[in-house]
């Protein structure tokens, strides 16, 4: 028997590969088009909501993984492992946490099952989890593992520069007139993640490659500075064209180890649209937030 396993959800927007390699289970959140509810990475593509969105002008609703579904997880990880640690959206976004640490209740395993509330979300949380996957591979035990990855959690840089204010505005996350207005003008908002809430920034105007490339710019000097084990490159689905760019400035800096790209789930897309694309990574110990 292993000694600790992690669970993360689905928000965590890491590859098959990414899963597979550092052993990660994942629960599914929920996504409902009209009357019909899907699971997300299971049952249900970004372009399906995207094409769902548009022809109905409206956003999906999301939902969190329900208690059963929390349960049933934690019950099959239990019976391969010791201890779990169970990563989540931020609370500020979604009761997620809050389901997975009722059903350790319920299942009367809360001294087994320790469950962190990200602050983050997508590759925000995945930053943490890979780091937790690595430490319960050297053996460490579930409270070593959430000890240090507190300490990591403030330092992860979260932020990503949207295409498209549509889909913003449909979910009620900006004005119509601002949707309008981005559209006419071509604002793309930056975004960031702060206290596991979503915060406005800068507002860049152009075409969406040239927006990318001064966004990455941008970031150069805190790039220079974070930890250099890996980066995220994610995004919601963006020309093939632009990704390379945003990799091509990345390699150019010669300070990672890995540059990964990863494509948003079904939950994190149907909320930001399409053409959203984030560069995600873990500052250095002596950077101030």
């Given at each position: 028997m292993k000694t600790v396993s992690i669970i993360a959800d689905s928000t965590c927007d890491l590859s098959k590969e990414l899963l597979e390699k550092y052993h990660i289970t994942t629960l599914s959140l929920h996504v409902h088009l009209g009357e019909k509810e899907y699971l997300d990475g299971v049952d249900i593509t970004p372009e399906e909501i995207y094409r769902w969105s548009d022809e109905n002008k409206a956003t999906p609703k999301t939902s969190a993984v329900s208690p059963l579904e929390?349960?049933?997880c934690l019950e099959k990880q239990l019976a391969q492992a010791r201890e779990v640690v169970c990563f989540c959206i931020s609370e500020q976004m979604s009761t997620c946490a809050n389901v997975v640490n009722m059903a350790a209740r319920e299942l009367g395993v809360e001294s087994r099952v320790f469950v962190v509330d990200s602050s983050n979300l997508s590759t925000g949380i995945g930053l943490q989890i890979i780091e937790a996957a690595i430490m319960a591979e050297r053996g460490m035990t579930a409270k070593q593992i959430v000890d240090k990855i507190l300490q990591i959690r403030p330092r992860v840089r979260a932020s990503f520069v949207v295409d498209t204010l549509v889909y913003l505005y449909r979910g009620g996350r900006c004005s119509g007139l601002a949707a309008m207005a981005g559209s006419t003008l071509k604002l793309h908002p930056y975004i960031s993640v702060m206290d596991g809430k979503m915060q406005p920034g800068k507002k860049y105007r152009g075409r969406m490659e040239k927006v990318i490339?001064?966004?990455v710019k941008d970031l150069k000097p805190a790039l220079l500075s974070a930890c250099p084990e890996r980066v995220f490159i994610t995004h919601s689905g963006c020309e093939d064209a632009i990704i390379d760019?945003?990799?091509k400035q990345l390699e150019e800096l010669h300070h990672f180890d890995e540059i990964l790209v990863t494509r948003a789930g079904s939950v994190i897309s149907s909320h930001c649209g399409p053409g959203t694309l984030?560069?995600?990574?873990?500052?250095?110990?002596n950077e101030k937030e």
């Open positions: 929390a349960q049933e490339c001064d966004y760019e945003v990799r984030g560069v995600l990574f873990i500052a250095g110990e």
